[in-house]
């Protein structure tokens, strides 16, 4: 894992791991309660490796209510949220994940249950990822971190991208402290 970080850390800058849990004091069982590890990146990213394989992600797991407002303001609008939901299909059809880290199960206040990008709206998030099973590619030390590097390029379109208005059409991540990052996914 930090062999990966390392390599990516010019694109994505520093990185914050996260180790598998291993506290089993008040479990019957002792089993850890992580099984993975898994480290996320000051600059948006985040990657997780276990026993199923390795996942990469990008977006935003979850905004605050001023993000969120203005996500759905450029959702409901008709350039931005056109060019977003394109984005989307376009991701979607590279094989890519794309989804919300919650999602209304109905429109949200103020927007009607029969809006073209409705999916879009429903979600206080917005994650691509992709998940590679465990393959021998694993074992070399470049090829994780090429890989993930270019599954990042359309993730990054999407929450980095800028609008007709010079502005995200995701918004920027919220930091605290010495850029640590919130919800970074």
């Not at 898994?38 to 001023?66: C, E, I, K």
């Not at 059809?93 to 109905?106: M, P």
Request: glycine content about 10%; aromatic content about 10%.
């Amino acid at each position: 894992m930090a062999d990966l970080l390392a390599g990516l850390s010019g694109e994505f800058g520093p990185s914050r791991i996260a180790r598998p849990y291993r506290d089993v004091r008040f479990r019957a069982d002792k089993s850890p309660y992580k099984t993975e590890i898994y480290a996320t990146f000051d600059r948006g990213g985040y990657v997780n490796f276990s026993a199923d394989g390795l996942t990469a992600a990008h977006g935003y797991f979850m905004m605050t209510a001023t993000q969120l407002e203005r996500y759905r303001r450029a959702v409901d609008d008709d350039a931005d949220g056109v060019r977003l939901a394109e984005i989307v299909g376009r991701l979607r059809t590279e094989g890519l994940e794309v989804g919300g880290g919650q999602a209304l199960k109905t429109a949200p206040r103020g927007y009607s249950a029969d809006h073209p990008r409705i999916e879009l709206l429903r979600c206080k998030g917005l994650i691509c990822w992709h998940h590679w099973p465990v393959e021998p590619w694993f074992a070399t030390r470049q090829r994780p971190a090429a890989r993930w590097q270019a599954s990042c390029a359309p993730r990054r379109r999407c929450t980095n991208g800028s609008t007709a208005k010079s502005a995200p059409i995701l918004p920027r991540r919220p930091r605290r402290g010495r850029g640590a990052v919130l919800e970074p996914w």
